[in-house]
């Protein structure tokens, strides 16, 4: 079965410092990999997407994520976090032969940043 | 490209009390999603349409759930008999394709008192 799992509940990270975000994910087949973020009070917003092909992908609002098979990780990555960065981020992965007929998501981690 | 609309964004129930929300995806999308997020979690997949058919239901949906996308355009989300533990954000999104990215709307918060 899927499931993904974000093993960070909660970081916080001074303002300008860089940023990983875990994510680790249970799926028999590749994988359609996704990072969302949520900012209190309001859906969620596609950071990036890993479909196949290169490994790095590279996402809005400066964020990236490396896709490694052999440790089923898809870690998320900023080099220089902005206060307005702080939300809640959720990883997932998405099920089904076409690869995203349901998403499957982590408990998502919650960025703080601080001045 | 106006997004993913829902409507209301709150609502206030008793238990016992029907419910139904809308959503309005993208205009060409073919796919829509219902899912369900409650406090501290991340969302839940509830059900999916293409077109106008539903193609497949979580157990989450209990018969208690009705979900219809009678045109192939928007959809409603109805819940009879509201229970304390319906209280949750039901979040829309919709996809172009199978397999393509799903966007989002802001959500409507449920409250069942």
């Known amino acids: 079965a899927q499931s993904v799992t974000q093993p960070d509940i909660h970081i916080t990270v001074s303002e300008g410092a860089s940023l990983e975000l875990r994510c680790n994910y249970s799926?028999?087949?590749?994988?359609?990999l996704f990072w969302y973020v949520q900012s209190p009070g309001q859906g969620l917003q596609l950071l990036l997407k890993?479909?196949?092909?290169?490994?790095l992908v590279q996402g809005i609002k400066g964020f990236e994520a490396e896709f490694k098979r052999s440790q089923s990780s898809f870690n998320l990555r900023k080099p220089s976090v902005h206060w307005s960065d702080a939300a809640e981020y959720f990883c997932?992965?998405?099920?089904?032969?076409?690869?995203?007929?349901?998403?499957?998501f982590g408990t998502g981690t919650r960025l703080t940043v601080i001045p | 490209d106006t997004g993913v609309s829902q409507d209301p964004r709150h609502k206030i129930t008793k238990r016992g009390q029907n419910v139904t929300f809308r959503c309005d995806p993208i205009?060409?999308?073919?796919?829509l999603y219902w899912y369900r997020q409650t406090l501290g979690q991340g969302p839940e997949f509830l059900t999916y349409?293409?077109?106008?058919?539903?193609?497949?239901k979580s157990r989450l949906l209990s018969d208690r759930f009705s979900a219809e996308r009678p045109k192939g355009s928007f959809s409603t989300l109805e819940i009879q008999r509201t229970e304390q533990g319906d209280s949750a954000m039901y979040l829309c999104?919709?996809?172009?394709?199978?397999?393509?990215?799903?966007?989002f709307g802001p959500g409507t918060r449920l409250t069942v008192t």
């Open positions: 999104a919709s996809s172009l394709l199978a397999g393509s990215e799903q966007y």
């Open positions: 799926y028999g087949a590749t994988p359609y």
């Open positions: 890993y479909f196949s092909g290169d490994t």
């Open positions: 997932a992965v998405g099920a089904g032969q076409t690869g995203a007929n349901n998403l499957f």
């Open positions: 205009s060409e999308h073919n796919r």
């Open positions: 349409f293409q077109n106008e058919a539903q193609l497949e």
